[in-house]
């Protein structure tokens, strides 16, 4: 039973597509729009851990291979590339020194730039010339869905596969896995799927061992 419950955990994919957006509309209509640049764009995404800024960076990267060169550091940039950077805050020295001349050749180099960090470009305690170049392109905060939101969202996806499940295991999941919604969607889909597997109902120690660590 071990392996089959290993079989059926979630192996998630992040994607535009599964990325349920919320009040970030706006950020997604401007990141399928960034994919298409080659004029030096820079578009800056911060939030909180959890908040889906890596989720979407990693969408966008996907969806970008299909098009043109992605770099997903700044050393790696090529002609024409998407250069992806994700927690630009743990950047070393030389990855920022890197960084930092892509932000000067983007344009002439006909590339574009995704950053993700924590924070704001002026917080990130970086230099003046580095933050400043970061803080002229688009700067967008994530903005996370709410536990109801996720509570009704998660409700909302268990309902259209059929699944039969409790507002008891919705909170549990809530409280005891990650925070971000599609990987809760993903362990839904995941705990659907055992269910169905092992002829067991949809019950708290089924989904507990669905999350237990390997």
Request: aromatic share 4%.
């Amino acid at each position: 039973m071990k392996q089959l419950i290993l079989d059926v955990r979630p192996d998630f994919k992040p994607t535009l597509d599964n990325f349920v957006p919320g009040d970030n509309a706006a950020l997604i209509a401007a990141l399928r729009d960034h994919i298409q640049r080659r004029d030096g764009s820079v578009l800056y995404l911060w939030g909180l851990p959890g908040s889906g800024r890596s989720h979407l960076l990693a969408g966008v990267a996907t969806l970008a291979q299909t098009l043109r060169p992605v770099a997903l550091s700044a050393e790696t940039a090529t002609s024409g590339a998407l250069v992806c950077i994700d927690d630009v805050e743990q950047c070393h020295e030389d990855a920022l020194a890197a960084l930092f001349r892509v932000l000067i050749n983007a344009r002439a180099e006909e590339q574009c730039v995704l950053i993700t960090g924590n924070t704001p470009p002026g917080a990130l305690g970086f230099r003046a010339d580095t933050a400043s170049r970061i803080a002229q392109g688009l700067i967008f905060e994530m903005r996370p869905l709410s536990d109801e939101q996720k509570r009704e969202t998660l409700m909302q996806h268990a309902a259209g596969r059929g699944m039969h499940v409790s507002p008891e295991i919705v909170s549990y999941l809530l409280r005891h896995s990650r925070r971000d919604l599609p990987w809760l969607m993903a362990v839904l889909d995941a705990l659907d799927e055992a269910s169905l597997s092992l002829a067991r109902p949809i019950t708290l120690p089924l989904l507990r061992e669905i999350l237990r660590p390997e």
